[in-house]
């Protein structure tokens, strides 16, 4: 196998030498990704910038809301389409008083911000659009074009940049030539099938293009099988452990991208998991999404707050299983992407990285106070149980370390910003 993969290269750069090719910039990988900035007010939205590079785009088949992106070819038909959640409204549901009033899903953020869309290159790309899927208002549109431009200007010898070249008769090669090309073309064309397969399947398993591997941490078969049955549908790999004991075992076997971790298991229950999952050297980095039915308590949240990523009460609804997760993933992959993009402009890791883990805090705080609803308003301290004077204090506690945690976050990305801005490179969206 390997001297065909080796006769047929040969043959192949032979055949491209009679070609005149401009440019010999190193290519990192031929995936692309297209990223589009957009800044958003009580005004609507707008495009602040647009980029295409080489990359790896996230799922969007696990995206959901009321936002609707297109991307359309130079007649104006759709290449793709995907939805989008609205960035600038509060989301949350009631489950009803019949499983006491628990709410079952909420992210709010703020009026006004950034936010960035990133999808797989599209060959024949010109316009991204993007709609109010409700009543298929245009939001906002932009030409994909100069972004392309400047991408192959950079990478001219990209396979979808070449077939972007106008051919003129200076290019053309004599009769000779053409003979030659074809002779040797004829002859490696097999060969050079076999070539991409075998690097195409070599890609696959040595450069991580997999599935997604979500591991679901629950006592009750049948909610392990109905969540197993949902990730499925959106293109997940899953693996199940019945006990907490069980899922520390299978950690140790195989790193998952994201671990459901109910509460309500025993002997070993889900924050205990927890606590060992987070001491691991090789596992204390993997994002856990609490699932329960139990009421958050107060000791729970400032116990663990640090170490969950989200938590969502049950019974919860499908797109909500999706958006949390989707959540989860997408910040991940979006930390990769602005760290690579810091290294290259010079910020101080440690800054950067303190800033994703208060941004992770924060958020997570935020949804957290919510669930607890603990009053802060009360007549006498005199009339309160201990228990409820123990929460409030819980609470109060956490409110104060949140604020104080976003007056460190907005001085961070002021600083990291400015480095960045030095060097005409985008700010940072979180």
Known sequence: MRWIAATGLVLILAALVCVPVAGAEPLP??????????????????VSGTEVRYGEAPNLNIRSGELEGAILDADGNELKSFPLRDPGIAYGDIAGSEVGDSIIGYTETSAAGEMMITVPYLAGMQQFRMSD?????L?????????????????????????????SRSTVPDQGTRLLLATLLSASIFMAAGLAIWTIRRRADVQGFRKQVVLIVDDDPDIVEAIAELLRME????????????????????????????VGMSPMDGWQTLAQIKKGPA???????????????????????ICIDDYLMKPFQPDELYAAINSILEREHTL??????????????EKFCELAKLSRRITVDKKLLGILNVPMAVPAVADLDLDTLDDMLVVDYINVKTRDQE????????????????????ELGW
Do not use: W
């Open 133 to 137: 899927s409700r009543d298929g208002t």
């Open 235 to 262: 293109d997940y790999a899953t693996i199940a452990a019945s006990s907490g004991r069980e899922c520390l075992d299978l950690i140790r076997k195989e790193i998952p991208d994201l671990v459901l971790l109910d």
């Open 29 to 46: 990988d031929y995936q692309k990704i297209l990223q589009i900035h957009l800044a958003y007010d009580d005004s609507g939205y707008s």
């Open 336 to 349: 990769k992407e602005t760290l690579a993009l810091a290294r290259q402009a010079g910020v101080d890791k």
């Open 283 to 305: 596992s204390r980095k993997i994002p856990v999404l609490m699932l329960t039915g139990r009421r958050l308590t107060t000791e729970a949240a400032k116990q663990y707050h």
């Open 139 to 167: 939001l906002v549109s932009t030409g994909l074009n100069p972004p392309v431009t400047e991408f192959c200007t950079a990478y001219p010898g990209d396979p979808d940049c070449l077939a972007r070249l106008p051919v």
């Open 407 to 426: 007056k460190r976050a907005a001085q961070l990305r002021q600083e990291i910003n400015s480095v960045l801005r030095s060097k005409g490179l985008p």
